[in-house]
C-alpha cells in the first residue's frame, strides 16, 4: 500500500541564526550558512491518518530557493495540541484516543503545523483472550484484550456484568469467586470488546499425588515442542496429575486435582531430578503469565554452568492433611508450623543456612525432605547431626549450580515416626556416607536397605524398597530424596521395579555427601 505523503508550507518573517542548521538536504551543511528571509518550513508526513496506539513518523525541514534544508533533530521542538489524542517524540507520532489533533514543528521562530486524525478503520473490532482450560471457583488468571493481530495486554477500563460470579481489577486480572456465567467487558479508545464464560465448581482436590517423567526430552528451552508423560510412564496417585512442558517457557506442571487455573498454595511440592541439574518447584507470582494463573505451580530445573534445562524428574505434590500423625511443615510466604498447631522458630536468617526449632523436637525426631522453592533453581540439603545446633531439628542450606550459596527458600517437610498416610505402606530412613541405615522407621511389610557402590567415581548408592505389600501397587512408590550434606550437593535419581516385591532407587551425586534422606509412600 502506498502511503500518502502530507506537506506544509509556511511563510515566516525573519532569521535564523547560523547555528539553527545541522544539515542541507542529505548532506551536512556549513555552520555559516544562513537562512533568508523567505525561508518557510515544510512538514512531511507519513499517515495522515493513524488508529490508536499506530504510529508514524514526521519530518520537518526547511525551504528556500527551491530547496529543501534539514534541521538537527535537536533544532526541531515538536508539540501536540491534545497528548491524549497523539503524542509526538523527536518526529514519532503515536495515536491515543479517537479525535483531531495539531501537530507543531518549530525551528527557532519559524513554525508549522499539520492536521492528524486518530480513528479505528471500519473492520476494528476489540477482542478479549480468555486462558484455555475449564475455570473454576477460586480462579485468578489475567486477561488481555487484542485489536485483528495487535496485542493491547491489559490497557482498556474492565468491568464484570456480574461481581457476584467473577470480579476484575482494573489491570484485568479475574478472580472467579461462583458457580454462574460472566461476561467480562473492557473498553479501549472508543472499542467495546467481551468475552463471556462459565465458572464452575471447584473439584474435589486430592491430598497427594506425584508423577514421573522419565521420557521427557532434555532439550533447549526454545526448541518450542510440547510433551506430556505417556500413560505408561506417568505414575500418579492422583486420576489426571501430570506435568506438561510449555517451552519457551519453564517448565509448567499442570496439575490435573488443581489444574492450570487453580492455585495450589496451600499444598507442599518436592521435585526430585533424574538429571544433574538443580530444580526448584515454586509458585507463579506474575499476573502477566497468561497461561498459567497466580498461585499455579511451576518446575524449573536449569543448570546455570551449561545453560541447559532438564525436563526428566519426579514431582510430588500434597496438601499437609495427606498425613496423620507429627509433621514439621516450612513453606515459603507462610507460617511454619507442627501438625500439633505449635510454632516452628527460624534462629538463623543468614544467607547460609536456616535452623529451625520447636519445642521438644530434635533433628532425629524427624526426616526432612527439601527442595528448593526459589524461581532460581537450587540444590538443597540437610546438615548432619554434628553440623546442627544442638537447639535446632533442621539445618537447611542451598547453592546454586555455581556452588555459590543461596538463601534457603524451600519447602521443607518433616515426618515423625508416626507420619502416616492411611493404611499406605511407606517408609523414612537416613543413610551415612557408606549407605549404612543410620535410623529408620517403616511400616509393617516394607523395609529399605542400601549399599555404597564402589565402582562409581561420583557418590552412588543402590536403595532397595521391599516388602510382601509392595506386590499390591502396580506403580512405582512416591519418593523424598535430600542429600545430608553442609555443602548442598546435587543428587539425581532412577527408579525402577526389579520384582513384584522390590523397587531400586540409583541415586548419585555430583559431591561427597555424607548420607542420604529417603522416604517412599504409595
Not at 534462629?347 to 527439601?370: H, I, Q
Not at 493404611?423 to 542400601?450: H, K, Q, Y
Request: hydrophobic fraction near 40%.
Amino acid at each position: 500500500m502506498q502511503v500518502a505523503r502530507w506537506m506544509l508550507a509556511v511563510s515566516v518573517a525573519g532569521a535564523v541564526g547560523s547555528g539553527a542548521l545541522a544539515g542541507c538536504g542529505s548532506a551536512d551543511a556549513p555552520a555559516s550558512i544562513r537562512t533568508p528571509v523567505d525561508t518557510s518550513i515544510e512538514i512531511v508526513l507519513a499517515a495522515h491518518t493513524l488508529e490508536p496506539t499506530e504510529s508514524t513518523y514526521a519530518e520537518a525541514a526547511l525551504v528556500w530557493s527551491g530547496a529543501r534544508h534539514i534541521p538537527s533533530p535537536s533544532e526541531i521542538v515538536w508539540t501536540s495540541s491534545d497528548r491524549t489524542i497523539a503524542t509526538v517524540d523527536a518526529g514519532l507520532i503515536v495515536g491515543g484516543r479517537p479525535g483531531t489533533v495539531t501537530i507543531t514543528a518549530r525551528v527557532g521562530g519559524r513554525s508549522a503545523s499539520e492536521e492528524i486524525s486518530v480513528e479505528w478503520r471500519p473492520d476494528a473490532t476489540l477482542g478479549v483472550r480468555l486462558p484455555d482450560g475449564t475455570i473454576a471457583v477460586g480462579a485468578r488468571f489475567q486477561l488481555t484484550a487484542f485489536v485483528r493481530d495487535k496485542y493491547l495486554g491489559r490497557s482498556g477500563k474492565w468491568s464484570s456484568g456480574d461481581t457476584q460470579v467473577a470480579t476484575v481489577d482494573s489491570l484485568g486480572v479475574v478472580t472467579a469467586l461462583a458457580v454462574g456465567h460472566v461476561t467480562i467487558r473492557v473498553e479501549f479508545a472508543g472499542l467495546i470488546g467481551a468475552a463471556a464464560f462459565d465458572v464452575n465448581a471447584a473439584p474435589t482436590i486430592p491430598r497427594f499425588g506425584y508423577v514421573y517423567s522419565y521420557s521427557a526430552p532434555s532439550v533447549d528451552d526454545y526448541e518450542g515442542a510440547e510433551w506430556s508423560p505417556p500413560s505408561d510412564q506417568g505414575y500418579s496417585t492422583s486420576a489426571g496429575l501430570r506435568l506438561t512442558l510449555l517451552p519457551p517457557y519453564p517448565v509448567s506442571p499442570d496439575l490435573g486435582w488443581t489444574g492450570r487455573l487453580m492455585p495450589a498454595l496451600g499444598a507442599l511440592l518436592h521435585v526430585v531430578p533424574f538429571d544433574l541439574a538443580p530444580c526448584a518447584a515454586y509458585f507463579n507470582t506474575r499476573q502477566d503469565f497468561t497461561w498459567l494463573s497466580l498461585g499455579a505451580p511451576q518446575v524449573d530445573c536449569f543448570d546455570q554452568r551449561t545453560l541447559r534445562s532438564s525436563y526428566r524428574m519426579e514431582f510430588v505434590a500434597l496438601t499437609p492433611d495427606a498425613f496423620t500423625g507429627t509433621l514439621a511443615l516450612v513453606r515459603p510466604g507462610m507460617p511454619s508450623v507442627m501438625s500439633n498447631g505449635a510454632a516452628i522458630r527460624d534462629v538463623d536468617n543468614s544467607v547460609k543456612a536456616r535452623d529451625y526449632e520447636a519445642t521438644g523436637f530434635t533433628r532425629d525426631s524427624l526426616y526432612w525432605f527439601v527442595s528448593s522453592a526459589s524461581p532460581l533453581p537450587a540444590t538443597c540439603s540437610v546438615a548432619p547431626a554434628s553440623a546442627t545446633p544442638t537447639t535446632a531439628m533442621a539445618r537447611i542450606v542451598c547453592r546454586n549450580s555455581l556452588g555459590v550459596a543461596t538463601e534457603p527458600v524451600a519447602f521443607s517437610i518433616g515426618f515423625g515416626t508416626d507420619a502416616a498416610r492411611g493404611s499406605n505402606p511407606r517408609g523414612f530412613a537416613e543413610l551415612d556416607s557408606l549407605g549404612n541405615v543410620l535410623r529408620a522407621s517403616t511400616t509393617t511389610g516394607l523395609a529399605i536397605t542400601a549399599t555404597r557402590s564402589t565402582s562409581d567415581p561420583s557418590p552412588t548408592f543402590d536403595v532397595s524398597i521391599s516388602g510382601a505389600r509392595v506386590a499390591e501397587f502396580e506403580r512405582l512408590p512416591a519418593v523424598f530424596l535430600t542429600p545430608v550434606s553442609s555443602s548442598a550437593p546435587g543428587c539425581t535419581m532412577n527408579a525402577s521395579r526389579v520384582s513384584e516385591t522390590r523397587g531400586r532407587l540409583r541415586v548419585t551425586c555430583a559431591f561427597p555427601v555424607d548420607g542420604l534422606l529417603i522416604g517412599v509412600t504409595y
